[in-house]
Antibody, heavy 121, light 107 residues
Framework: QVQLQESGPGLVKPSETLSLTCIVS??????????WGWIRQPPGKGLEWIGS???????YYNPSLKSRVSFSVDTSKSQFSLKLSSVTAADTAMYFC?????????????WGQGTMVAVSS | DIQMTQSPSTLSASVGDRVTITCRAS??????LAWYQQKPGKAPKLLIY???SLESGVPSRFNGSGSGTGFTLTISSLQPDDFASYYC?????????FGGGTKVEIK
């Protein structure tokens, strides 16, 4: 079964840019059916959808984060990435990547294990 | 944005109990509602999709129901492995939104 694996720095300084990558184990990032999302969870709190990207590069943003977020897809490396700019302590969270099928109408069925990112000087 | 409200936020129960968690949407999401289980330090796991469809491999003691703006997740007989947090999520429209979560604790 496909596996997702997040990677990136565990510590980011305030005002800098957080960059994370998610590797898709089976190359299915090239299949147009799938969409690839980022979800985060601050310590002790609930889940927040950051946004999603299709392998065509089409992005879908959470309006609350849109001004600071960008996505990219590299099908040759079977990975997709998240950049979150101008981070503050409020961006400290576990960041998950996840997969869903179809632009709408399907839940997140495959999740990465998550990577913890702390924002601190 | 569609707001998802879960209740209760915490629930204390014993093994064997029947447990019900409620999720309400601020506007209709039709049947595009999922339930996830999350254990500490782990990723959420999909339990229920399309409000009432059981994900493959999920025990039949988990049951989802509802449509429109009101949904429930019922665990018919709570097992030790079920003590966890549960989240609803609407995927009817962007931005996707989650409920605040329900933590099921041992009584």
């Amino acid at each position: 079964q496909v596996q997702l694996q997040e990677s990136g720095p565990g510590l980011v300084k305030p005002s800098e840019t957080l960059s994370l990558t998610c590797i898709v184990s089976d190359g299915s990032i090239s299949i147009s059916t799938y969409y690839w999302g980022w979800i985060r969870q601050p310590p002790g709190k609930g889940l927040e959808w950051i946004g999603s990207v299709h392998n065509s590069g089409t992005p879908y943003y959470n309006p609350s984060l849109k001004s600071r977020v960008s996505f990219s897809v590299d099908t040759s490396k079977s990975q997709f990435s998240l950049k979150l700019s101008s981070v503050t302590a409020a961006d400290t969270a576990m960041y998950f990547c996840a997969r869903y099928s179809g632009r709408l109408g399907e839940p997140f069925d495959i999740w990465g294990q998550g990577t913890m990112v702390a924002v601190s000087s | 944005d569609i707001q998802m409200t879960q209740s209760p936020s915490t629930l204390s129960a014993s093994v064997g109990d029947r447990v019900t968690i409620t999720c309400r949407a601020s506007q209709s999401v039709s049947g595009w509602l999922a339930w996830y289980q999350q254990k500490p330090g782990k990723a959420p796991k999909l339990l229920i999709y399309k409000a009432s469809s059981l994900e493959s491999g999920v025990p039949s003691r988990f049951n989802g129901s509802g449509s429109g703006t009101g949904f429930t997740l019922t665990i018919s007989s709570l097992q030790p492995d079920d003590f966890a947090s549960y989240y609803c999520q609407q995927y009817n429209s962007y931005p996707f939104t989650f409920g605040g979560g329900t933590k099921v604790e041992i009584k």
